[in-house]
């Protein structure tokens, strides 16, 4: 409280003394006795109340937040609360980042965040965002590497072929686990019809599967798989293996032929 006049005071609530987002008591600023300089922001006549601001009177350290930060910035804060959605983290006395969930990994798509970070803890992150009149500063962790899914598009990429393992079976398709964490999905109208009637007897969690590649959206984090596809990669394989054998017996056969003619010519 701060006496104004005598018989009148104002209050200043702890969030209007400073701009700092680490003052927990204004103790550690003021003291009973103290003259400061105060801005009204309200005046409540009915119930005699008066709003007061010390820190409206000071420069708002926003203004010049893009001085002190930057986008792509590395930055190392506190972490001072868990949400479901995100990670509040301090990153000096005036300024918070934000993580959200979605930033935090890039293929781990239910996880835990009280599981995996404590109040308390220090942790890296870099910058992706800065929005003054929001008061708002986006970090990212997933970003500290290479984004596995434009990683697999570059290796790949459409009609490629590639084997993982069988992670789920659902009643619509079944999910394979790719490589670096990537996963990839078969709809069961992608898988041939004796099959398709009974997933779960014909494909087991564990098992190895093949698949074609049919479409990555980098952006989603998700692949389309086809295993009718893959079998006819197969087949076609098989047919020119077995064309190519065939063509070099008849390439023997014609070189025996040619070998006979010429000697039986050389006897006449």
């Known amino acids: 409280f701060i006496e104004l006049e005598e ?8 969030t209007e003394i400073s701009w700092s987002v680490n003052l927990k008591s204004p103790k550690k600023l003021l003291k009973v006795g103290d003259y400061v300089d105060a801005k009204i922001m309200s005046i409540d006549r009915i119930k005699h109340r008066i709003g007061l601001s ?5 420069p ?7 001085k002190y930060y930057k986008v792509g910035q590395r930055v ?12 509040f983290i301090r990153l000096d006395d005036y300024f918070e980042g934000f993580l959200s969930v979605d930033d935090v990994s890039w293929t781990d798509r239910k996880i835990k965040l009280s599981e995996r970070f404590k109040i308390g803890d220090s942790i890296d992150t870099v910058i992706l965002d800065i929005v003054p009149q929001y008061r708002r500063i986006k970090v990212g962790l997933k970003q500290f590497e290479a984004n596995p899914w434009e990683v697999f598009q570059n290796k790949y990429g459409t009609n490629s072929v590639v084997k993982g393992k069988i ?61 009718k596809r893959y079998d006819e990669f197969l087949q076609r394989q098989e047919m020119e293996k077995f064309m190519k054998s065939d063509s ?7 070189g025996d032929f040619i070998g006979w003619k010429n000697k039986d010519d050389k006897k006449e």
Do not use: M, Y
């Open 7 to 14: 018989g009148i005071d104002g209050l200043a609530p702890r």
């Open 54 to 58: 010390l820190k409206e009177l000071l």
């Open 60 to 66: 708002d350290p926003w203004n010049d937040v893009k």
């Open 76 to 87: 190392s804060g506190e972490i001072v609360k868990i949400i479901d959605r995100g990670v």
């Open 167 to 227: 992670k789920e079976v659902t009643t619509n398709g079944i999910v394979v686990e790719l490589e670096n964490g990537c996963e990839g999905f078969i709809n069961i109208r992608e898988i041939e019809r004796e099959k398709s009637e009974n997933l779960a007897e014909h494909f087991k969690v564990g098992e190895e599967i093949g698949a074609a590649v049919l479409d990555i959206k980098v952006d989603e984090g998700r692949i389309k798989l086809s295993q």
């Open 248 to 254: 070099t017996k008849e390439t023997e056969r014609l």
